[in-house]
């Protein structure tokens, strides 16, 4: 019989967090955290690299492609290569040598000689040390993804997994926050001063500042203890992983985590998590780990390989018109006067910082706890459904209307727009693969779908100027209305996963798969 606590955690509504929830998900969500602060701090960073290297003159474009790529290359490196390490080694052995690949490369890229070597060498050397810091943020994808799935209830696994990744939000305010900052404590010196090269000193700070979450949540990240359920779906043959599965379906619905000398005690959070199964249903599973062949031979079979590949396009397909616009901000950044095409240098750039918080607030924070407050009513497909048709009727006006719309009314369209991206697919499209996918193939399934999304974004950082040249802002955007409606398309493909568990459906895979056999099948 429930007792009256356990009566009062079902009823409490999923978006509300216990204190252990908070530290877990502030430990887990420093990745995305960083991976948002390094994404949009680069366009200001951009900006002062022109000033500090080149007179104040545009940046070389391939130089500017390249750079703006870079991290993005990285990262789709680190997404397939943790992906893979977190399923066949396990969770706890790579957790955390993703934020020390972040730190090293942060540091590395701190050191670029600016005054030293010539100023294009400057923009290759800053480069590829940021193609080292996408390396580590991917790897952080799969393996947050696969840390909260693998220890959450099913009732708020979906609201635990959207406030990991509205830390995207956090990290773009926060660096556009932080540009304005030191750019004010710079303003004597750079503007009153003359001493425009000092701009050195503000994208050198700017960046280093990613580095105090980053130091503040190492340790718990390397001490954090395997899951209960990643340790069973290992190997459920073993007494002592079927003796605490059996002892979790008694526990209470909770979720706690206590720092210790030896990481994080998980243990009522992750008998939440595995209380969903039953070990009465479980046939025997293999026993060794979740390796190349085994996800092959998963996913050989269309009727998961088209999870797979619905995953991955909708991801793809959004992070083309995401990025597009989020990476070249400049035509809407013009229509609210937050360009920085006048005044001084520092002025120039004080503006555009003033812009990026504005863009932040006006789409960015609202849509992500829109989703957070809903996803477990409305469900993961519908939102993501939703956001794309939404997402391409606001493009279509952007495009239709662009060079007539008011000011007032562009920047009205292009709030809504950022809304419906983030409380729609920008937020399911990392929900969905990780409650999708059994924990023996999620890290590495979670790793390829995100990957594909960045091949998505690297194309739109590479692609969208020059298209913008040769056919036109406008047609740019009539193209970004055509993946979003593609990726409404390709959500038809999956189903909703709330209140799904992919270990006992694999385990029902299983059985059968062995019932034919048994049946001369």
Not at 70 to 75: K, L, V, Y
Not at 279 to 294: H, L
């Amino acid at each position: 019989m429930p007792s009256p606590l356990q009566d009062v955690e079902r009823r409490r509504p999923a978006f509300v967090l216990t204190l252990a929830e908070v530290e877990l998900l502030a430990i887990v969500g420093v990745g995305f955290f960083l991976d948002a602060y390094d994404l949009f701090i680069i366009n200001p960073v951009s900006t002062m690299l022109q000033y500090r290297l080149y007179g104040g003159n545009l940046l070389p474009p391939r130089l500017e492609g390249l750079m703006k790529a870079s991290a993005n290359i990285g990262t789709v490196i680190g997404q397939l290569l943790f992906g893979y390490l977190a399923d066949s080694l396990g969770r706890k052995a790579v957790y955390g040598k993703e934020l020390m690949v972040i730190i090293i490369a942060t540091i590395l890229c701190l050191t670029t000689p600016t005054g030293q070597i010539s100023p294009d060498s400057c923009l290759i050397y800053l480069s590829i040390f940021r193609i080292l810091v996408g390396v580590g943020v991917g790897g952080d994808y799969p393996l947050a993804a696969s840390i909260i799935s693998d220890r959450a209830n099913l009732r708020k696994r979906g609201t635990l997994l959207a406030y990991i990744i509205s830390n995207q939000g956090w990290g773009s305010f926060v660096g556009s926050l932080a540009t304005i900052i030191v750019l004010e404590c710079y303003k004597h010196v750079m503007n009153v001063e003359g001493k425009t090269s000092k701009v050195d000193g503000v994208w050198r700070i700017i960046v280093g500042i990613s580095l105090i979450p980053a130091f503040g949540t190492l340790y718990q990240r390397v001490t954090m203890p395997e899951s209960k359920r990643f340790e069973a779906s290992k190997d459920l043959e073993q007494e002592k992983n079927l003796m605490e599965l059996k002892l979790a379906n008694e526990r209470t619905e909770g979720f706690h985590v206590k720092s210790s000398s030896s990481g994080l005690d998980t243990s009522k959070e992750e008998a939440a998590a595995t209380a969903e199964f039953n070990i009465d249903e479980i046939p025997e599973a293999r026993k060794e780990r979740a390796q190349f062949r085994e996800f092959c031979r998963y996913f050989s079979e269309w009727r998961h390989l088209k999870l797979l590949i619905g995953t991955s396009m909708c991801w793809f397909l959004l992070d083309i018109a995401f990025y597009g616009i989020n990476l070249n901000q400049n035509f809407v950044l013009q229509q609210i006067g937050f360009d920085g095409k006048t005044g001084t240098a520092w002025e120039r750039l004080f503006n555009v910082s003033t812009g990026g918080i504005i863009i932040t607030a006006l789409g960015f924070v609202p849509g992500y706890w829109a989703t957070i407050l809903t996803i477990e009513t409305l469900g993961r497909k519908k939102i993501q459904l939703h956001g794309f048709l939404l997402a391409a009727l606001f493009l279509g006006i952007l495009a239709g209307k662009f060079d007539t719309l008011s000011h007032a009314s562009f920047i009205v369209c292009f709030a809504l727009l950022q809304f419906f991206f983030n409380f729609g697919a920008n937020m399911t499209i990392y929900i969905i693969p990780a409650e999708l996918f059994p924990t023996r193939f999620r890290g590495f399934a979670h790793g390829i779908s995100a990957a594909a999304g960045k091949v998505g974004a690297m194309i739109s950082a590479l692609a969208f100027n020059q298209l913008s040249k040769d056919i036109g802002t406008p047609a740019v955007l009539w193209i970004f209305f055509s993946v979003c409606i593609l990726g409404a398309l390709f959500t038809l493909l999956l189903p909703e996963v709330k209140g799904r568990d992919p270990d006992l459906i694999l385990a029902e895979e299983i059985r059968e798969a062995r019932r034919d056999v048994g049946n001369g099948a």
